[in-house]
Structures are given as C-alpha cells and as structure tokens.
C-alpha cells in the first residue's frame, strides 16, 4: 500500500518538514531517504522485497533541537502506521513496567485506526442517505401497518352466509375496509409530501437545532477486564456480544448531532472489520514506523552501577529481538517486524551510542547527529514556520482584541535572551523560547481587559523584563 508520503521525492519530504524545523538538515535528509527507500522497496519483485529491511536511524542531539518534531511531523504527513514511545517506559521482563512487545502492539493499534477510517470515509456517503432517512422517520414517524379489520370470522357468519349470499354484516365490514383503505392511502401520500418537504428543509439547513428523538446502540463503557498484562485485557461485552442482539437506547439529541452519530453508526454497520484487520497488519508489517526516543536512557555506561540500572541493558537485550525482526503476538494477529523501521533518538550528553550493547548499535546503522541551536536559529524558530511561536502568541491576544506587535529588534533580542540562557544554565534548546515568552507577555495577559491600545514590543521592552532573568555568570559556584 504505497501511500501519498511514499510517493514524495526526497527533497519534497525535506520542504514539508521545513515548514515547521528549523535547520537540521542531516536528520531530515536521513529521514526522506528512508522513507523514499520505503517506496522503492514496494516495487520490487516479491522475493527481493523479503530480502531488503529497512535501514534504522540513531538520531543524537541535545534535549529541543528537533528530535521529536521530525517524528511527530512525520506521523502527521504519513497515512502509515506510526507510534511514538519513551525508552524509559520499558524494563527488562521481570521488573516491574511495560513490556518492549507493546510498542508492536501500539503500532498495530495505530493502523487499525488509520485503516479503519479511510474504510469509514468511503462508506460515508451511503451511512449519509441512511441517516437522513432515519432522521425523517423520527420527524415523521410513519404509520406502523394496522392489521387488516375483519381478519377473522366467527362460525354464525359461516352459517349466515351459506346461503349463497353476503350477509349484510360481511358487506358492512367490507365497505369498512374499503374506507379504512382510502383513508390509509390518503394519510400515506399526505405523509410522503410531508417528508418531501422535511427532506428539502434539512437539504437547506433549516432544522439543524430541531430536537428529535433517535435510536442508537448502546455500548457500555469501561467494560474492560484487565488481566494487568499487556494485551491481555478482555472486553466482557464481547464474550456475551454475539449471544444477545446489540442493546438500543433512546437519546435526544438536535438534528445536527443526530445526523454525526447515526452516519457514524451506519458506516460501522457497513464496513468488514476482517477485512480491516488483515489491511490493517500488512499495513503496520510493511509500512510501520516506532520511534523510540530516550534511548541513551538505557544504555548504562562503562561503570555498572547498581539501583535503577539494573534493569537497563535487559531493556536493551530485549529490544534487540525486535529491531532485528521477530513475530509478535497481538490480539489482532502476530505481526511479523523484520520490516519495520525503527528511528532511535537520544540527547546522549551522558552516555555515548558506544554505551549501547553492540548488536543494538549495529541494528541503527545510520548515525546523524543534529547540531546545537545558534542564535540566527531561534530568530528563524521565532518567525519562519506556520506555526511560529510569535504568530502563536499575537493569535491569542488577538482573541480578546489586543494587538501585539513585534519589532525586528525585539525578536533578535528575544533570540539573543535565549542563546544566553542555554549557553549560561542548562541547553534546553527551542524550549528555552517558551520560558521566554511567557515571562515577557506576562504582564499583557493578565492585564489585558484594561487594555485598549495596541502594543509594539521593542528590544528595551524585552531588555527590561528578562533583567532579571540573565545576569553575569555566578562566580560563587566556583568558591569552595
């Protein structure tokens, strides 16, 4: 399933992700020619394509220099199944913690999800029409067929009307019927032009805050028994489900909400989920993709210590298996992950990747080391992605009305503010320009229903809040 992402070429990969990373440029390279080798592989004879794994990354820089984002903007581009999680979650099986298989068991999670809702997008325009049916009938209820009058006959009419002749009790009952037909049919087409003019008004968008009352399937929630390992919790509903037709509920909702949760219950009804499944695992097998971040967290050093370590290089030995390629079972299925690619990340400014256990090191064969942040990097953080931070903050004063405006002098002071704190107390990285900004628009915050004018913060304005905030290296420190 070769989807949109694969079909980029390297450097359109590298221009998506400019938009929101600043520099970096190594890491995001690596990243867009794994990704493309992804496409490559799909289109490979079948015996090749078993042959070619995917070529794991090992990612080290300093905490906020972009790690995370490249993976999280990853997941975002990507319609494969993706799955981020901390090394320092898992311990080595027998201590207490998760178990490295989850992170297998997360992925396959992740690509039912997707699966699942690119099946429910292609039926969502049949669930639509049946839906807007629905949503009629319980505008307009139509009549429940009454059984026929004079269903049935007594022996004394049998008897009366043996002579050859209708009783005048039969002919009364039948010109009853005849009526009662009439009648009927009268109310049928009065009710089938009422719904005509009930379907046009919701087609105009006129009955959207109408309250109705519809019937839904009522799933309990939270009726999960879990057995304290991982993938082995039981949903009781599920052991009686096929036993009992699904329970209904009665709920009053308006139009609008009605038509979301019935087009929802209707393209449940309507997709396979076996065949979600089976999508879903070739999916998570062939096109998966586990960052695990944190990862210098369980290399140990040269020095055996004892306490927490202890369990470290078990979690390492026991990642192993799975970065190589082994099954995994999952309640869906087992989940083959000889191709999955895994991208490792860590600051490693205590331990070095050589501190890893060499068949783990030798299982991230690229190796891209992302650069500290100077300071022309955090004027472009400021002011270059969509989502810049300064873009950010003067949206939300804007929401109560208060313009704010940044002068080029104010940002380069900002950024210089920052690259000094890293640089004097810990390097955070683009972290540091949160702390930043919040303490330099505090004041406007909390002040803001009292303001009126529009507000231009100059390179003094920033000078004069973060005073106190950078002031000359503590000598002390160094005094014994």
Do not use: C
């Given at each position: 399933?070769?989807?949109?992402?694969?079909?980029?070429?390297?450097?359109?990969?590298?221009?998506?992700?400019?938009?929101?990373?600043?520099?970096?440029?190594?890491?995001?390279?690596?990243?867009?020619?794994?990704?493309?080798?992804?496409?490559?592989?799909?289109?490979?004879p079948?015996?090749?394509?078993?042959?070619?794994t995917?070529?794991?990354?090992?990612?080290?820089?300093?905490?906020?220099v972009?790690?995370?984002?490249i993976?999280?903007?990853?997941?975002?581009?990507?319609?494969?199944?993706?799955?981020?999680?901390?090394?320092?979650?898992?311990?080595?099986?027998?201590?207490?913690?998760?178990?490295?298989?989850s992170?297998?068991?997360?992925?396959?999670?992740?690509?039912?999800?997707?699966?699942?809702?690119?099946?429910?997008?292609?039926?969502?325009?049949?669930?639509?029409?049946?839906?807007?049916?629905?949503i009629?009938?319980?505008?307009?209820?139509?009549?429940?067929?009454?059984?026929?009058?004079?269903?049935?006959?007594?022996?004394?009419?049998?008897?009366?009307?043996?002579?050859?002749?209708?009783?005048?009790?039969?002919?009364?009952e039948?010109?009853k019927?005849?009526?009662?037909?009439?009648?009927?049919?009268?109310?049928?087409?009065?009710t089938?032009?009422?719904?005509?003019?009930?379907r046009?008004?919701?087609?105009?968008?006129?009955?959207?805050?109408?309250?109705?009352?519809?019937?839904?399937?009522?799933?309990?929630?939270?009726?999960?028994?879990?057995?304290?390992?991982?993938?082995?919790?039981?949903?009781?509903?599920?052991?009686?489900?096929?036993m009992?037709?699904?329970?209904?509920?009665?709920?009053?909702?308006?139009?609008?909400?009605?038509?979301?949760?019935?087009?929802?219950?209707?393209?449940?009804?309507?997709?396979?989920?076996?065949?979600?499944?089976?999508?879903?695992?070739?999916n998570?097998?062939q096109?998966?993709?586990i960052?695990?971040?944190?990862?210098?967290?369980?290399?140990?050093?040269s020095?055996?210590?004892?306490?927490?370590?202890?369990?470290?290089?078990?979690?390492?030995?026991?990642?192993?298996?799975?970065?190589?390629?082994?099954?995994?079972n999952?309640?869906?299925?087992?989940?083959?992950?000889?191709?999955?690619?895994f991208?490792?990340?860590?600051?490693f400014?205590?331990?070095?990747?050589?501190?890893?256990?060499?068949?783990?090191?030798?299982?991230?064969?690229?190796?891209?080391e992302?650069?500290?942040?100077?300071?022309?990097?955090?004027?472009?953080?400021?002011?270059?992605?969509?989502?810049?931070?300064?873009?950010?903050h003067?949206?939300?004063?804007?929401?109560?009305?208060?313009?704010?405006?940044?002068?080029?002098s104010?940002?380069?002071?900002?950024?210089?503010?920052?690259?000094?704190?890293?640089?004097?107390?810990?390097?955070?990285?683009?972290?540091?320009?949160?702390?930043?900004?919040e303490?330099?628009?505090?004041?406007?915050s909390?002040?803001?229903?009292?303001?009126?004018?529009?507000?231009?913060?100059?390179?003094?304005?920033?000078?004069?809040?973060?005073?106190?905030?950078?002031?000359?290296?503590?000598?002390?420190?160094?005094?014994l």
């Amino acid at each position: 399933m070769a989807n949109t992402l694969y079909k980029m070429t390297p450097k359109e990969i590298v221009a998506e992700l400019d938009k929101y990373i600043i520099g970096q440029d190594e890491a995001k390279k690596s990243v867009a020619i794994a990704l493309r080798n992804r496409y490559r592989r799909s289109l490979l004879p079948e015996e090749m394509k078993e042959e070619v794994t995917p070529k794991n990354i090992l990612m080290m820089g300093p905490t906020g220099v972009g790690k995370t984002e490249i993976a999280r903007r990853l997941a975002k581009l990507m319609d494969a199944p993706f799955v981020k999680v901390e090394a320092t979650k898992f311990t080595e099986v027998g201590y207490v913690g998760r178990d490295v298989d989850s992170m297998v068991r997360d992925l396959v999670e992740a690509a039912i999800r997707i699966t699942k809702q690119n099946r429910l997008q292609e039926k969502y325009s049949i669930a639509e029409e049946i839906a807007e049916e629905k949503i009629i009938e319980a505008i307009i209820p139509g009549k429940k067929n009454a059984p026929a009058a004079g269903g049935t006959r007594s022996p004394f009419d049998f008897i009366l009307g043996s002579g050859g002749y209708p009783s005048q009790k039969q002919q009364y009952e039948e010109s009853k019927m005849l009526e009662q037909k009439q009648e009927e049919e009268k109310e049928q087409s009065e009710t089938e032009l009422a719904r005509e003019q009930v379907r046009q008004q919701l087609k105009d968008g006129l009955l959207e805050e109408q309250f109705i009352e519809i019937e839904v399937v009522d799933s309990p929630k939270g009726n999960m028994l879990d057995m304290s390992n991982e993938g082995m919790s039981i949903a009781i509903g599920n052991i009686f489900g096929d036993m009992m037709p699904p329970k209904k509920k009665k709920k009053k909702t308006r139009v609008k909400d009605a038509r979301k949760l019935l087009r929802e219950q209707e393209a449940q009804n309507l997709i396979d989920m076996d065949q979600v499944t089976d999508e879903a695992l070739a999916n998570a097998e062939q096109n998966g993709m586990i960052f695990i971040d944190e990862i210098d967290k369980i290399a140990s050093g040269s020095s055996y210590r004892s306490g927490a370590d202890v369990s470290r290089e078990g979690v390492q030995r026991d990642i192993l298996p799975i970065v190589e390629g082994s099954v995994v079972n999952t309640k869906y299925g087992s989940v083959k992950t000889d191709h999955i690619l895994f991208i490792g990340a860590g600051a490693f400014h205590v331990a070095k990747p050589t501190d890893l256990i060499p068949e783990l090191q030798g299982r991230f064969p690229i190796r891209v080391e992302l650069g500290n942040l100077t300071k022309e990097s955090f004027v472009q953080i400021l002011t270059k992605p969509e989502n810049a931070l300064l873009k950010q903050h003067k949206m939300l004063l804007e929401t109560e009305g208060i313009k704010v405006e940044f002068d080029e002098s104010a940002v380069d002071e900002i950024a210089n503010m920052a690259f000094i704190m890293n640089e004097q107390t810990e390097n955070i990285g683009a972290r540091r320009l949160h702390t930043i900004m919040e303490k330099l628009l505090e004041e406007i915050s909390f002040n803001i229903p009292e303001m009126k004018e529009d507000i231009v913060i100059d390179r003094s304005y920033v000078q004069e809040k973060l005073r106190e905030k950078v002031q000359p290296e503590d000598i002390d420190k160094y005094i014994l």
